[in-house]
């Protein structure tokens, strides 16, 4: 079993303004799609998005109406990697990876939503964080980045 988890990833918009989550009449099972960028120099601006899908069954189906998920929500997915296969009316057979969800979470993608911030800047029984006088805020370069740099004899795998 292909376990996955995927942080940071974002909910797409839905297809042709179809609803960014898909729920079967039942309500018991839903459908999604995720979106995250990954760096490629051959696309436009170094960057190129990854789309996965996503369905998940009850209890979870509950729990994604309750955090009132919508396009642009930024998530975590924790789950398994497994295939959708279908047969087409021409008689072809169609195969689509899918992550089979086991847990969600919001993510601090930071998509502005003043909800987020506000659980951002508190624990869990609501008090604020308490900041630690005396410790630096971690430095990473100059915060551009400016995209891989080969190693070696300067063979990109790209």
Request: glycine residues 10%; proline residues 7%.
């Given at each position: 079993m292909n376990k996955v988890m995927i942080t940071g990833t974002v909910?797409?918009?839905g297809y042709e303004n179809n609803p960014s989550l898909r729920f079967n009449e039942a309500r018991d099972v839903v459908r999604f799609k995720i979106?995250?960028?990954?760096?490629d120099k051959r696309a436009d601006k170094n960057r190129r998005w990854i789309n996965l899908?996503?369905?998940?069954?009850k209890p979870l189906v509950d729990r994604i109406v309750k955090m009132e998920l919508k396009e642009g929500s930024y998530i975590n997915v924790?789950?398994?990697?497994?295939?959708?296969v279908w047969t087409t009316d021409?008689?072809?057979?169609k195969r689509v990876p899918v992550i089979i969800l086991e847990d969600i979470e919001f993510s601090g993608g930071g998509n502005g939503d003043k909800k987020s911030e506000a659980?951002?800047?508190a624990d869990p029984t609501g008090a604020p964080i308490q900041e630690i006088p005396g410790e630096?805020?971690?430095v990473f370069g100059n915060g551009v980045f400016e995209g891989f740099t080969p190693v070696g004899d300067g063979n990109s795998l790209y």
């Open positions: 909910i797409s918009k979106g995250y960028t990954v760096y899908n996503v369905t998940a069954f924790f789950g398994r990697l497994d295939e959708d021409d008689g072809i057979t659980t951002s800047t630096p805020e971690p």
